[in-house]
């Protein structure tokens, strides 16, 4: 089994960044692609952005030239940098992992899930 935990949510006003970070534990070695997803109030869970072991990255067009994924294989973190983050931003983010050495942007192919962070964007 493979543990995720998320950190760094909080509350901040429109045009501001936050940092969210995802450790990972346990079966560490079984894990290739990672993710974060997020979800709204009334709202399906959506990808934010997807990353590889080997630095390949995807991201959800609402983020794209706002938000950064990276990650650090030596920490078995993957990092969410978000900047002038809007009221619409506002969710639930999701760090996700899975086995397949690919990018990987569909729910169902991510084997393991953390609890979810909040993030609040105030207008």
């Known amino acids: 089994q493979v543990q995720l935990v998320e950190s760094g949510g909080g509350l901040v006003q429109a045009g501001g960044s936050l940092r969210l970070s995802c450790a990972a534990s346990?079966?560490?070695?079984?894990?290739?692609?990672m993710g974060w997803y997020r979800q709204g109030p009334g709202k399906q869970r959506e990808l934010v952005a997807a990353?590889?072991?080997?630095?390949?990255?995807n991201y959800g067009d609402s983020v794209k030239g706002r938000f950064t994924i990276s990650r650090d294989n030596a920490k078995n973190t993957v990092y969410l940098q978000m900047n002038r983050l809007k009221p619409e931003d506002t969710a639930v983010y999701y760090c996700?992992?899975?086995?397949?050495?690919?990018?990987?942007?569909?729910?169902?192919?991510?084997?393991?899930w953390g609890q979810g962070t909040q993030v609040t964007v105030s207008s």
């Open positions: 996700a992992a899975g086995a397949r050495d690919t990018v990987v942007t569909t729910r169902p192919l991510y084997d393991y």
């Open positions: 346990g079966r560490i070695f079984s894990i290739n692609a």
């Open positions: 990353i590889t072991r080997g630095g390949s990255t």
